[in-house]
């Protein structure tokens, strides 16, 4: 079964408006990272961010932590319409050797 | 480009034939993981190699696919005997090491008729 619930399965909102996307996960882990997937094309890496790490900054991303809840959220500021893709994250978990579990993503659509 | 490189992009094949894929991690790195990613799911991890020496096997990894690293640099994934329920996204991804970035091949999509 896949480690990571996301939330929300499916997000539309207009450019120009801010994308929150929530992961739940279940047990410790070593890092969390988010990755962005287009339609039929391969995954690419977001930002990761470890497990005694709180938030982390990429240009027009913002990625929290939260440990004790077990959860993690990625907001897109300003979003376009290139920010149209699924996001993924992908938890890292103690003891497990370095393999990600994914969860289910959620499909963003940004309308111009 | 010194991304990961995934060959071939695309294949198809009638059920019970066999297929080699190959993945070209980033030089260097040592850690080599495959994961499987069918429609509308996340990707699920397959199996993954510490240098030549392939570490951990999921269940999914039936005994029809093997996985091999010599020399420790590329990496093929076969399946034999193909199956219908084998149609899948087939990804590659490289890191320097374990908790390391994960960087991803653009994968191999297998269509099993």
């Known amino acids: 079964s896949q480690q990571g619930e996301e939330d929300p399965q499916a997000l539309s909102i207009q450019e120009g408006e801010n994308a929150t996307m929530n992961c739940s996960y279940k047990?410790?882990?070593?890092?969390l990272q988010w990755y962005r997937q287009n339609s039929g094309r391969g995954l690419v890496h977001l930002i990761l961010?470890?497990?005694?790490?709180r938030e982390k900054h990429s240009g027009r991303l913002r990625v929290t932590l939260d440990t004790s809840k077990k959860s993690s959220s990625l907001l897109i500021t300003a979003s376009r319409a290139a920010d149209t893709a699924s996001y993924f994250c992908?938890?890292?978990?103690?003891?497990?050797?370095?393999?990600?579990?994914f969860g289910q993503g959620t499909e963003l659509s940004v309308k111009p | 480009d010194t991304g990961v490189s995934q060959d071939p992009r695309h294949k198809i094949t009638k059920r019970g034939q066999n297929v080699t894929f190959r993945c070209d991690p980033i030089?260097?790195?040592?850690?080599l993981y495959w994961y499987r990613q069918t429609l509308g799911q996340g990707p699920e991890f397959l199996t993954y190699?510490?240098?030549?020496?392939?570490?951990?096997k999921s269940r999914l990894l039936s005994d029809r696919f093997s996985a091999e690293r010599p020399k420790g640099s590329f990496s093929t994934l076969e399946i034999q005997r193909t199956e219908q329920g084998d149609s899948a996204m087939y990804l590659c991804?490289?890191?320097?090491?374990?908790?390391?970035?994960?960087?991803f091949g653009a994968g191999t999509r297998l269509s099993v008729l």
């Open positions: 991804a490289s890191s320097l090491a374990q908790g390391s970035i994960q960087y």
């Open positions: 047990t410790s882990i070593n890092n």
């Open positions: 961010i470890r497990s005694n790490e």
């Open positions: 992908a938890t890292d978990l103690q003891n497990q050797g370095g393999k990600l579990i």
């Open positions: 030089s260097e790195h040592n850690r």
């Open positions: 190699f510490q240098n030549e020496a392939q570490l951990e």
